[in-house]
């Protein structure tokens, strides 16, 4: 699909190891269709998941943004490797007109090479799938480290605000105070006023 498909839609990266969605509707209305049973962007991409394809957001030059799918079996001129893209999960025959080499590109059944080529490749892939995750666990961690450094901040509060705080506590038990002397000394004076004229 990448290999035929208008540059303007979509392209493989200069590297060969990617590809970019430069424009995602025409990609669905002209070439999703060509190879799935819909046109719709969105399945597109979770079915590019459940290939363990990864995604990431580019910014193009005017501001826009453009997707970019990589995956270590999904190379340009290289369709022995396609046989190595698996699902996370099964597909029913209905819900897709081709098998997972397909979705991108139509190529002839390739032969299984030797076993070891087979266990080389799937500790690649394994490989590839532990790094993104401990990638993912790394980040998860530094943010959670981030997170509780500003917990431990805002419990221990900035000493002007705490200052502030009590500053207006105080303020707040004063007005009151004066508030109260008010009101009893305009009753006294109603009752003055009362007394005078009796």
């Known amino acids: 699909m990448i290999s035929t498909c208008d540059p ?94 397909d979705i991108f590109h139509t190529y002839p059944a390739q032969p299984k090479n030797s076993v070891d080529n087979f266990d080389n490749n799937w500790k690649a892939y394994h490989d590839y799938v532990v790094g993104t995750l401990q990638h993912q666990v790394e980040q998860l961690s530094s943010r959670l480290s981030i997170l509780q450094n500003q917990v431990e901040d805002l419990s221990s509060g900035p000493p002007v605000l705490l200052d502030s705080n009590a500053h207006l506590q105080q303020e707040d038990e004063t007005m009151h105070k004066r508030l109260s002397s008010i009101i009893s000394f305009d009753r006294d004076r109603d009752d003055t006023i009362l007394s005078w004229e009796l």
């Open 8 to 101: 303007k839609i979509a392209y493989w990266d200069e590297d060969g190891k990617s590809f970019t969605v430069f424009n995602r509707k025409l990609l669905a209305r002209k070439e999703i269709p060509k190879h799935f049973i819909h046109s719709n962007y969105s399945s597109f991409e979770r079915s590019s998941r459940s290939y363990m394809f990864k995604r990431e957001s580019v910014l193009g030059e005017n501001g826009e943004i453009y997707h970019r799918y990589s995956h270590p079996y999904f190379i340009k001129d290289q369709p022995t490797l396609l046989q190595m893209i698996a699902s996370r999960k099964r597909h029913s025959p209905h819900t897709q007109k081709k098998g997972a080499a």
